[in-house]
Protein backbone atom coordinates (compact mmCIF):
# COMPACT_ATOMS: atom_id res chain seq x y z
CA UNK A 1 0.00 0.00 0.00
CA UNK A 2 1.42 3.70 -0.90
CA UNK A 3 0.12 6.55 0.58
CA UNK A 4 0.08 10.02 -1.36
CA UNK A 5 2.42 12.98 0.51
CA UNK A 6 0.77 15.23 1.78
CA UNK A 7 0.35 19.34 1.04
CA UNK A 8 2.53 19.77 4.81
CA UNK A 9 5.29 17.30 3.55
CA UNK A 10 5.47 18.32 -0.16
CA UNK A 11 6.39 21.77 0.74
CA UNK A 12 8.87 20.73 3.52
CA UNK A 13 11.00 18.69 1.22
CA UNK A 14 12.24 21.34 -0.85
CA UNK A 15 13.28 23.16 2.43
CA UNK A 16 15.08 20.39 3.26
CA UNK A 17 16.82 20.15 0.10
CA UNK A 18 17.67 23.91 0.13
CA UNK A 19 18.83 23.67 4.12
CA UNK A 20 21.21 20.81 3.32
CA UNK A 21 22.77 21.83 0.23
CA UNK A 22 24.07 24.88 2.36
CA UNK A 23 27.06 23.68 3.85
CA UNK A 24 27.87 22.02 0.62
CA UNK A 25 28.17 25.63 -0.87
CA UNK A 26 29.87 27.11 2.07
CA UNK A 27 32.67 23.97 2.61
CA UNK A 28 33.75 24.98 -1.34
CA UNK A 29 33.83 28.46 -0.70
CA UNK A 30 36.10 28.06 2.35
CA UNK A 31 38.13 25.51 -0.12
CA UNK A 32 38.59 28.07 -2.77
CA UNK A 33 39.31 30.67 -0.58
CA UNK A 34 42.03 28.46 1.54
CA UNK A 35 43.43 27.31 -2.19
CA UNK A 36 43.85 31.48 -2.85
CA UNK A 37 45.63 32.00 0.46
CA UNK A 38 48.12 28.86 0.41
CA UNK A 39 49.16 30.33 -3.60
CA UNK A 40 49.91 33.38 -2.23
CA UNK A 41 51.71 32.01 1.03
CA UNK A 42 53.90 29.76 -2.14
CA UNK A 43 54.39 33.22 -4.24
CA UNK A 44 55.46 34.87 -1.69
CA UNK A 45 58.35 32.09 -0.65
CA UNK A 46 58.85 31.89 -4.01
CA UNK A 47 59.93 35.38 -4.91
CA UNK A 48 63.15 35.95 -2.30
CA UNK A 49 63.97 32.17 -3.92
CA UNK A 50 63.83 33.41 -7.80
CA UNK A 51 65.99 36.59 -6.85
CA UNK A 52 68.84 34.27 -5.36
CA UNK A 53 69.11 31.39 -7.34
CA UNK A 54 69.06 34.50 -10.22
CA UNK A 55 71.87 36.20 -8.20
CA UNK A 56 73.35 32.86 -7.70
CA UNK A 57 73.96 32.08 -11.66
CA UNK A 58 74.38 35.94 -12.50
CA UNK A 59 77.52 35.61 -10.28
CA UNK A 60 78.47 32.50 -11.71
CA UNK A 61 78.81 33.58 -15.20
CA UNK A 62 81.52 36.45 -14.19
CA UNK A 63 84.19 34.44 -15.40
CA UNK A 64 86.49 35.39 -18.37
CA UNK A 65 85.25 33.14 -21.77
CA UNK A 66 87.92 32.09 -24.21
CA UNK A 67 87.27 35.22 -26.50
CA UNK A 68 88.39 37.82 -23.52
CA UNK A 69 84.67 39.01 -22.43
CA UNK A 70 82.73 37.87 -19.33
CA UNK A 71 80.00 35.20 -20.05
CA UNK A 72 77.87 37.13 -18.69
CA UNK A 73 78.85 40.37 -20.87
CA UNK A 74 77.88 38.17 -23.91
CA UNK A 75 74.50 36.21 -22.34
CA UNK A 76 73.27 39.56 -21.31
CA UNK A 77 73.65 40.98 -24.54
CA UNK A 78 71.95 38.03 -26.14
CA UNK A 79 69.40 38.55 -23.78
CA UNK A 80 68.60 42.33 -24.55
CA UNK A 81 68.87 41.70 -28.34
CA UNK A 82 66.14 39.22 -28.09
CA UNK A 83 64.08 41.75 -26.22
CA UNK A 84 64.39 44.66 -28.63
CA UNK A 85 63.53 42.54 -31.54
CA UNK A 86 60.96 41.06 -29.78
CA UNK A 87 59.28 44.38 -29.14
CA UNK A 88 60.34 45.95 -32.05
CA UNK A 89 60.29 43.63 -35.14
CA UNK A 90 59.21 39.97 -34.93
CA UNK A 91 57.53 37.63 -32.66
CA UNK A 92 58.71 34.34 -33.65
CA UNK A 93 55.42 32.30 -32.27
CA UNK A 94 55.69 29.88 -35.09
CA UNK A 95 59.24 28.51 -32.80
CA UNK A 96 57.41 28.67 -29.75
CA UNK A 97 54.75 26.74 -31.13
CA UNK A 98 57.04 24.04 -32.68
CA UNK A 99 58.87 23.74 -29.35
CA UNK A 100 55.41 23.09 -27.73
CA UNK A 101 54.54 20.47 -30.68
CA UNK A 102 57.81 18.58 -29.94
CA UNK A 103 57.16 18.36 -26.40
CA UNK A 104 53.59 17.18 -28.05
CA UNK A 105 55.71 14.31 -29.59
CA UNK A 106 57.37 13.37 -26.36
CA UNK A 107 54.51 13.33 -24.42
CA UNK A 108 53.04 10.25 -26.96
CA UNK A 109 56.52 8.65 -26.17
CA UNK A 110 56.20 8.74 -22.65
CA UNK A 111 52.71 9.12 -21.70
CA UNK A 112 51.12 7.61 -24.33
CA UNK A 113 48.95 10.48 -25.37
CA UNK A 114 49.23 13.88 -26.45
CA UNK A 115 48.58 17.42 -25.32
CA UNK A 116 47.94 20.30 -27.24
CA UNK A 117 47.91 23.30 -24.91
CA UNK A 118 47.61 24.25 -21.54
CA UNK A 119 44.49 25.67 -21.75
CA UNK A 120 42.95 21.63 -22.34
CA UNK A 121 44.24 21.23 -19.07
CA UNK A 122 42.69 23.45 -17.61
CA UNK A 123 39.29 22.52 -18.84
CA UNK A 124 39.50 19.53 -18.74
CA UNK A 125 39.60 18.91 -22.31
CA UNK A 126 42.04 17.43 -24.64
CA UNK A 127 43.04 14.49 -26.85
CA UNK A 128 43.03 10.80 -25.35
CA UNK A 129 44.67 7.71 -25.96
CA UNK A 130 43.88 4.80 -25.44
CA UNK A 131 45.69 1.71 -23.98
CA UNK A 132 45.19 -1.71 -22.29
CA UNK A 133 44.02 0.11 -19.61
CA UNK A 134 40.83 1.44 -21.63
CA UNK A 135 40.71 5.48 -22.79
CA UNK A 136 42.41 8.36 -20.66
CA UNK A 137 42.74 11.73 -20.99
CA UNK A 138 46.04 12.94 -20.36
CA UNK A 139 45.53 16.63 -20.86
CA UNK A 140 44.81 16.91 -16.93
CA UNK A 141 48.49 15.80 -15.99
CA UNK A 142 50.22 19.06 -14.81
CA UNK A 143 53.43 17.61 -15.09
CA UNK A 144 52.75 16.93 -19.33
CA UNK A 145 50.82 20.20 -19.80
CA UNK A 146 53.41 22.25 -18.07
CA UNK A 147 56.50 20.79 -19.47
CA UNK A 148 57.11 22.79 -23.00
CA UNK A 149 56.57 26.12 -20.80
CA UNK A 150 59.00 25.09 -18.06
CA UNK A 151 61.80 23.16 -20.33
CA UNK A 152 63.95 25.52 -22.03
CA UNK A 153 64.58 23.21 -25.10
CA UNK A 154 66.02 25.85 -27.14
CA UNK A 155 68.98 26.50 -24.32
CA UNK A 156 69.25 23.51 -24.16
CA UNK A 157 69.77 22.79 -27.62
CA UNK A 158 72.33 25.59 -27.65
CA UNK A 159 74.13 24.02 -24.66
CA UNK A 160 74.70 20.50 -26.38
CA UNK A 161 75.73 22.38 -29.58
CA UNK A 162 78.36 24.51 -27.79
CA UNK A 163 79.51 21.56 -25.88
CA UNK A 164 80.02 19.51 -29.79
CA UNK A 165 81.86 22.85 -30.97
CA UNK A 166 84.32 22.74 -28.55
CA UNK A 167 85.67 19.55 -29.22
CA UNK A 168 86.79 20.70 -32.41
CA UNK A 169 87.18 24.40 -32.35
CA UNK A 170 89.13 26.56 -30.00
CA UNK A 171 87.11 28.04 -27.16
CA UNK A 172 87.96 31.38 -28.30
CA UNK A 173 86.07 30.83 -31.52
CA UNK A 174 83.20 29.30 -29.88
CA UNK A 175 82.76 31.14 -26.02
CA UNK A 176 81.32 34.41 -27.46
CA UNK A 177 78.32 32.78 -29.87
CA UNK A 178 77.60 30.45 -27.99
CA UNK A 179 77.18 32.45 -24.79
CA UNK A 180 74.88 34.86 -26.89
CA UNK A 181 72.68 32.37 -28.17
CA UNK A 182 72.35 31.46 -24.58
CA UNK A 183 70.91 34.65 -23.77
CA UNK A 184 69.00 34.90 -27.14
CA UNK A 185 67.28 31.54 -26.00
CA UNK A 186 66.53 32.24 -22.63
CA UNK A 187 65.04 35.73 -23.47
CA UNK A 188 63.13 33.89 -26.23
CA UNK A 189 61.54 31.28 -23.58
CA UNK A 190 60.67 33.54 -20.99
CA UNK A 191 58.75 36.39 -22.72
CA UNK A 192 57.06 34.05 -25.02
CA UNK A 193 55.83 31.83 -22.31
CA UNK A 194 54.59 35.17 -20.18
CA UNK A 195 52.71 35.98 -23.56
CA UNK A 196 51.19 32.31 -23.97
CA UNK A 197 50.00 32.80 -19.81
CA UNK A 198 48.84 36.18 -20.24
CA UNK A 199 46.36 34.90 -22.90
CA UNK A 200 44.80 32.79 -20.17
CA UNK A 201 45.11 35.50 -17.36
CA UNK A 202 41.56 35.78 -17.22
CA UNK A 203 40.61 32.84 -16.43
CA UNK A 204 42.99 32.85 -13.43
CA UNK A 205 43.30 34.66 -10.03
CA UNK A 206 45.70 36.81 -9.55
CA UNK A 207 47.67 34.67 -7.23
CA UNK A 208 47.59 31.59 -9.91
CA UNK A 209 48.99 33.64 -12.67
CA UNK A 210 52.03 35.31 -10.29
CA UNK A 211 52.34 31.43 -8.82
CA UNK A 212 52.57 30.25 -12.58
CA UNK A 213 54.59 32.76 -13.70
CA UNK A 214 57.07 31.86 -10.49
CA UNK A 215 57.19 28.25 -11.22
CA UNK A 216 57.85 28.47 -14.65
CA UNK A 217 60.44 30.85 -14.10
CA UNK A 218 62.22 28.94 -11.00
CA UNK A 219 62.11 25.64 -12.52
CA UNK A 220 63.68 26.91 -16.30
CA UNK A 221 66.06 28.63 -14.53
CA UNK A 222 66.99 25.23 -12.90
CA UNK A 223 66.96 23.42 -15.73
CA UNK A 224 68.70 25.84 -17.96
CA UNK A 225 71.93 26.01 -15.08
CA UNK A 226 72.16 22.28 -14.67
CA UNK A 227 72.83 22.00 -18.61
CA UNK A 228 75.25 25.33 -18.78
CA UNK A 229 78.60 23.40 -17.75
CA UNK A 230 78.00 21.94 -21.11
CA UNK A 231 78.85 25.52 -22.87
CA UNK A 232 80.49 27.13 -19.92
CA UNK A 233 83.11 24.70 -18.26
CA UNK A 234 83.82 27.26 -15.16
CA UNK A 235 79.99 27.21 -14.54
CA UNK A 236 79.11 25.67 -11.35
CA UNK A 237 75.91 24.51 -10.77
CA UNK A 238 76.36 23.78 -7.13
CA UNK A 239 77.62 27.12 -6.28
CA UNK A 240 75.07 28.88 -7.90
CA UNK A 241 72.56 27.10 -5.83
CA UNK A 242 74.60 27.73 -2.75
CA UNK A 243 74.68 31.31 -3.71
CA UNK A 244 70.85 31.76 -4.31
CA UNK A 245 69.70 29.26 -1.93
Not at 149 to 154: F, H, T
Not at 200 to 219: D, K, M, P, S
Request: glycine fraction near 10%; charge should be positive; hydrophobic fraction near 50%.
Amino acid sequence: RTSKPTDGSASRTPCARTSMAKPSSNRGGIRAALARIVKGVMVAVLIPLVIGLFQGVLQQLETLSGSGALYRTWVERGFLTYVWLHLLLYRPVFLFRSSHRIFSVLAVWLFGGQVTSVESAGTGKGRSAKGEGGERTLAGSPLVAFSPYVIPLPTVLVCVLGWLLARWWERAAVDGPVSFLIGVTMAFHWIMTADNLQSQRARWHVETYLLALGLVFILTLLIASACLPLAIPDFSFVHALGIGL
